[in-house]
Nanobody, 124 residues
């Protein structure tokens, strides 16, 4: 079982930046995609970005492409997401999770070992 802990959230003004971290521990940080998702109040959890183990493949939700950048350091068992040019609509709890190695890399049910999330609040 892999446990993940997200950190780095906070409150920023529109246009600001945050870097979120997701530290994994436990049995294995296996060779699979790691993804970031977010959930705003009253909304379903939605895909933000995901990255392959080798870092050779990254995918982004359309609204954050060019604004957010996902990366990982396998030696540190950590995944990051750099978020620039934040907008009020980016306000949400951000979660990371490990892909199950089956199913779409864009869908939450394809992921397991979710963290508790970190709150990001962007004010206008």
């Amino acid at each position: 079982q892999v446990q993940v802990v997200e950190s780095g959230g906070g409150s920023v003004q529109a246009g600001g930046s945050l870097r979120l971290s997701c530290a994994a521990s436990g049995r294995t940080f296996s060779s699979t995609y790691m993804g970031w998702f977010r959930q705003a109040p009253g909304n379903e959890r939605e895909f933000v970005a995901t990255i392959s183990y080798s870092c050779s493949s990254t995918y982004y939700e359309d609204s954050v492409r060019g604004q957010f950048a996902i990366s990982r350091d396998n030696a540190k068992n950590t995944v990051y997401i750099q978020m620039n040019g934040l907008k009020p609509e980016d306000t949400a709890i951000y979660y990371c999770a490990q892909h199950r190695q089956q199913g779409s890399v864009f869908l939450p049910p394809s992921y397991a070992n979710w963290g508790q999330g970190t709150q990001v609040t962007v004010s206008s």
